[in-house]
């Protein structure tokens, strides 16, 4: 007579992760470091892009572009970044206020920053100030002055 053996059964996954507890805790924390990471990205670009689609960030940026001395100075494309610097107060219906700010600008060939004070008046904002300090020259050029 011959006995039946039962077949072998093949370790799974989970089987080989209980018993190799410690390989797989660098593989667990690398998936949470990268979750976490991309979920940062996404804020990071969606807040750069709200503020990039701000009126008086475009129109800044708009105007540094515009100018020959920065743009030979950066090259081009001229890019914007976030506010890193200073104070923009708008009253809570949207219609008054005003903005003392700085925001960074790059091109392929350096950075500057443009120094913007600006007042909003019925939903529009007026530029009184808008200056611009390259980075690699030292240059400060002013893109705007109101007297």
């Known amino acids: 007579m011959s006995e039946n053996t039962p077949p072998v059964r093949q370790p799974?996954?989970?089987d080989w992760a209980f018993q190799h507890k410690l390989?797989?805790?660098p593989i667990v924390f690398t998936l949470?470091?990268?979750v976490c990471g991309g979920c940062f990205a996404m804020a990071y670009i969606s807040g750069l892009n709200t503020i990039r689609k701000?009126?008086?960030h475009k129109q800044s940026v708009d105007?540094?572009?515009e100018n020959e001395a920065i743009a030979q100075e950066l090259g081009s494309p001229i890019e914007g970044g976030l506010v890193t610097e200073g104070v923009i107060e708008i009253n809570d219906a949207g219609e008054q206020g005003h903005a003392d700010c700085v925001i960074p600008i790059s091109g392929p060939k350096g950075s500057a920053r443009l120094f913007v004070k600006a007042s909003l008046n019925e939903?529009?904002?007026t530029i009184k100030k808008l200056t611009a300090s390259l980075e690699k020259s030292g240059?400060?050029?002013t893109l705007v002055e109101e007297k």
Do not use: C, E
């Open 23 to 25: 390989l797989m805790l």
């Open 12 to 14: 799974s996954f989970m």
């Open 139 to 141: 240059k400060v050029i």
């Open 54 to 56: 701000d009126p008086l």
């Open 123 to 125: 939903t529009k904002w």
């Open 63 to 65: 105007l540094a572009r």
């Open 32 to 34: 949470m470091v990268s």
